[in-house]
């Protein structure tokens, strides 16, 4: 599975976006998928993920209300809608398949970078 993650800008803060991740091969709609971020200068964090059905959704803290993480499987793509945003949620967002028992992710792609201004 090859995912491309796309969608990223230069916005204002209260501004949205909405990034997309389009991945090859049908096995992807089996797999749970997730998006995370790394702000500069900082470790790459958890943003939301949403299990292969569609059935169930997490978000991190700091995104929860403001990000809706979904997916058309139909499509092999998953989405990250991105709602009021602040300066704080400046970083290269990423986005990942297959939720192992280890729980770490198989499949990542290569990012999209996302600035918000004040």
């Known amino acids: 599975v090859q995912l491309q993650a796309s969608g990223g800008g230069l916005v204002q803060a209260g501004d949205s976006l909405r990034l997309s991740c389009a991945a090859s091969g049908r096995s992807f709609r089996s797999y749970t998928m997730a998006w995370f971020r790394q702000a500069p200068g900082k470790e790459r964090e958890f943003v939301a993920r949403?299990?292969?059905?569609?059935?169930?959704?997490f978000y991190a803290d700091s995104v929860k209300g403001r990000f809706t993480i979904s997916r058309d499987n139909a499509k092999n793509t998953g989405y990250l809608q991105m709602n009021s945003l602040k300066p704080e949620d400046t970083a290269v967002y990423y986005c990942a398949a297959q939720l192992t028992s280890e729980g770490k992710y198989t499949y990542w792609g290569q990012g999209t970078e996302v600035t918000v201004s004040s």
């Open positions: 949403i299990s292969w059905n569609v059935g169930s959704t």
